[in-house]
């Protein structure tokens, strides 16, 4: 960025702390210093000396410069290399037109659960979903169009279409943040919620602002408004008849705000994890409702993840420790437990651990490990900490991830 030696070492600090996306105290305890005096850096009341400068440059890993303004050396890249989804694109933004010959809505669902499967279990599923996805786009919108127009169209094949459409949305929102594109993520999830609501099914509206919180947690500084989302769907889904599909679901909604207000107030995350999230697991039990996979573990991983975002691997590890991922019916929620173990062990500079648990990582899902910028910034870490024994192995998923 240009602008960056025009700013003063406390802004940078700053920023720097919160693209590594930690609270201060995470960042402060690291470093040896107390949370306020790193408050009062940050906010240009204290002057850090050298010492701490390299502390906090190597905890959040910028060159010393890029603290001091000094833009002579650039920043390690941690974007993906590989986004890809161009036909993707193209399909959720070419020009629609109804379908000449509408699709069975059976047909179209057999597709959608097709694809559904191999979004979550798949370690390629990068790769299929670009096969898959445009054409199912394509005659899943067309259909709808030719519905809608439609004057003898049946009502009840009218709004199983509309339920497919909400359900293959709901992937595409999903798809559409993981390779990056964020716009594209919020349209599709608003496309989800109109569809639900057009088929006037109570499930999928909340499944569909769901999918809307996850898209508005992406977005640094949209937290409370995933959490307010999240709260009035699980409110409104409270009036419909109760069953395990819908605690499910409104556990999974429950989550929303757990993430949520883990990024600043994790003591609140902890006791709606515990108050809420747990009850309405035993209520649903192991489940995947709309491909929400909720349920114990689930809520487990979560709890994880809190104590990974506070700063408290101890605490972290020690959750992980109890939880067997192996049955859950997401490679992505497995892949993702792994990813935040790696990062406990990344937070307490045991590089051994981290380049173990990346390795199995890249055998699960070696795709969403190249599209991770957490991963590769772990990967960029150890390339600058690895001792001689273990430096090959570092280098040879460095070069697998092309960041080297």
């Given at each position: 960025?240009?602008?960056?030696?025009?700013?003063?070492?406390?802004?940078?600090v700053r920023?720097?702390?919160?693209?590594?996306g930690?609270?201060?105290?995470a960042?402060a305890?690291?470093c040896?210093?107390?949370?306020?005096?790193?408050s009062?850096?940050?906010?240009?009341r204290?002057?850090?000396?050298?010492?701490?400068?390299?502390?906090?440059?190597?905890e959040?890993?910028?060159?010393?410069?890029?603290l001091l303004?000094?833009d002579?050396?650039?920043?390690a890249?941690t974007?993906?290399?590989?986004?890809?989804?161009a036909a993707?694109?193209?399909a959720?933004?070419?020009r629609?037109d109804a379908?000449?010959?509408?699709s069975?809505?059976?047909?179209?669902?057999?597709?959608?659960?097709?694809?559904?499967e191999?979004?979550?279990?798949?370690?390629?599923r990068f790769?299929e979903?670009e096969?898959?996805?445009?054409?199912?786009?394509?005659d899943?919108?067309?259909?709808?169009?030719?519905?809608?127009?439609?004057?003898?169209?049946?009502?009840?094949?009218?709004?199983e279409?509309?339920?497919?459409?909400?359900?293959?949305?709901?992937?595409?929102?999903?798809?559409?943040?993981r390779?990056?594109?964020?716009?594209?993520?919020?349209?599709v999830?608003?496309?989800?919620?109109?569809?639900a609501?057009?088929?006037?099914d109570?499930?999928r509206i909340?499944?569909?602002?769901?999918?809307?919180?996850?898209?508005?947690?992406?977005?640094?500084?949209?937290?409370?408004?995933?959490?307010?989302?999240?709260m009035?769907?699980?409110r409104?889904?409270a009036?419909?008849?109760?069953?395990?599909a819908?605690?499910?679901?409104?556990?999974a909604l429950?989550?929303?705000?757990?993430?949520?207000d883990?990024?600043g107030?994790p003591?609140?995350?902890?006791?709606?994890?515990?108050?809420?999230?747990v009850?309405?697991a035993?209520?649903?039990?192991?489940?995947?409702v709309l491909?929400?996979?909720?349920?114990?573990?689930?809520?487990a991983?979560?709890?994880?993840?809190?104590?990974?975002?506070?700063?408290?691997t101890?605490?972290?590890l020690r959750l992980?420790?109890?939880?067997?991922?192996?049955s859950?019916p997401?490679?992505?929620?497995?892949?993702?437990f792994g990813?935040?173990?790696?990062?406990?062990?990344d937070?307490?500079?045991?590089?051994?651990?981290?380049l173990?648990?990346l390795?199995e990582?890249?055998q699960l899902?070696?795709?969403?490990?190249?599209r991770?910028p957490?991963?590769?910034?772990?990967?960029?870490?150890l390339?600058?900490?690895?001792?001689?024994?273990y430096?090959?192995?570092?280098?040879g998923?460095?070069e697998?991830?092309?960041?080297v």
């Amino acid at each position: 960025m240009t602008d960056l030696p025009a700013l003063p070492t406390e802004a940078l600090v700053r920023a720097a702390r919160r693209r590594d996306g930690r609270p201060q105290s995470a960042i402060a305890g690291l470093c040896g210093l107390s949370t306020d005096y790193l408050s009062q850096i940050e906010r240009g009341r204290k002057k850090p000396s050298g010492d701490v400068l390299a502390k906090l440059a190597g905890e959040l890993g910028v060159a010393v410069g890029t603290l001091l303004g000094d833009d002579g050396t650039p920043p390690a890249r941690t974007e993906p290399a590989v986004t890809g989804g161009a036909a993707v694109v193209q399909a959720l933004l070419r020009r629609k037109d109804a379908a000449l010959r509408p699709s069975p809505a059976d047909e179209l669902r057999d597709r959608v659960e097709r694809a559904w499967e191999v979004w979550q279990t798949s370690s390629t599923r990068f790769t299929e979903a670009e096969i898959l996805l445009p054409g199912l786009v394509r005659d899943t919108e067309g259909t709808v169009r030719a519905l809608r127009t439609s004057a003898g169209a049946d009502a009840g094949e009218r709004r199983e279409v509309l339920r497919v459409a909400a359900d293959l949305y709901g992937l595409l929102r999903s798809y559409c943040r993981r390779i990056g594109r964020l716009d594209l993520s919020m349209m599709v999830a608003e496309r989800a919620l109109r569809a639900a609501e057009d088929a006037d099914d109570p499930l999928r509206i909340a499944a569909a602002q769901w999918n809307l919180g996850h898209v508005l947690l992406s977005q640094p500084g949209r937290e409370q408004e995933a959490a307010g989302v999240a709260m009035g769907a699980s409110r409104d889904l409270a009036a419909a008849v109760d069953s395990p599909a819908v605690a499910a679901v409104r556990g999974a909604l429950e989550l929303v705000v757990v993430v949520a207000d883990a990024r600043g107030r994790p003591w609140a995350a902890r006791d709606r994890l515990t108050t809420g999230a747990v009850r309405l697991a035993r209520r649903s039990g192991e489940s995947n409702v709309l491909w929400t996979v909720f349920g114990p573990t689930n809520v487990a991983l979560h709890a994880l993840s809190v104590e990974m975002t506070a700063g408290d691997t101890v605490e972290g590890l020690r959750l992980a420790d109890r939880i067997d991922v192996s049955s859950l019916p997401s490679r992505e929620r497995q892949f993702t437990f792994g990813l935040e173990v790696a990062r406990c062990y990344d937070l307490r500079r045991d590089n051994a651990a981290v380049l173990v648990h990346l390795l199995e990582l890249e055998q699960l899902a070696p795709e969403d490990l190249e599209r991770s910028p957490l991963g590769r910034q772990m990967v960029i870490g150890l390339m600058h900490r690895a001792r001689p024994t273990y430096r090959r192995q570092v280098t040879g998923i460095a070069e697998r991830l092309h960041l080297v």
